[in-house]
């Protein structure tokens, strides 16, 4: 059974299990702030469900993936993940980014 470390929590779950599934399964959430209840439920359109996949194998981008990842505010160089798309076949390191789309939001100078 892989194990994915999400933000540093410790997830088992059954191989071919979409990512998504397994971290709400064990109390996670990939999405964050109100995407939590906003967001497509899985079906690869809202883009909110994308994280940062650290190290672990994946399957390459499926099309749809592959097309809401090349829209903003995500961008394909980012190379972020759909968890609602990706299975989990092996261990993962997973962290997820603090936008409301996962994206990467630059630092003010306030938070240092
Ligand atoms: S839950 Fe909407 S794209 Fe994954």
Request: glycine share 10%; with cysteine.
């Amino acid at each position: 059974m892989p194990i994915i470390d999400y933000n540093g929590q410790l997830i088992q779950c059954d191989a071919g299990m979409r990512l998504r599934d397994a971290l709400l399964m064990n109390g996670e959430s990939p999405h964050n702030g109100s995407a939590q209840w906003l967001n497509c439920k899985g079906l690869g359109t809202c883009g909110t469900c994308a994280v940062d996949i650290i190290s672990g194998d994946v399957a390459p981008k499926n099309a749809r993936e592959t097309w809401r990842l090349d829209f903003p505010p995500h961008r394909a160089e980012q190379n972020l993940r759909l968890a609602c798309q990706v299975r989990v076949t092996s261990d993962l390191v997973v962290r997820k980014h603090p936008g409301f789309w996962g994206q990467h939001v630059p630092k003010t100078s306030a938070e240092g």
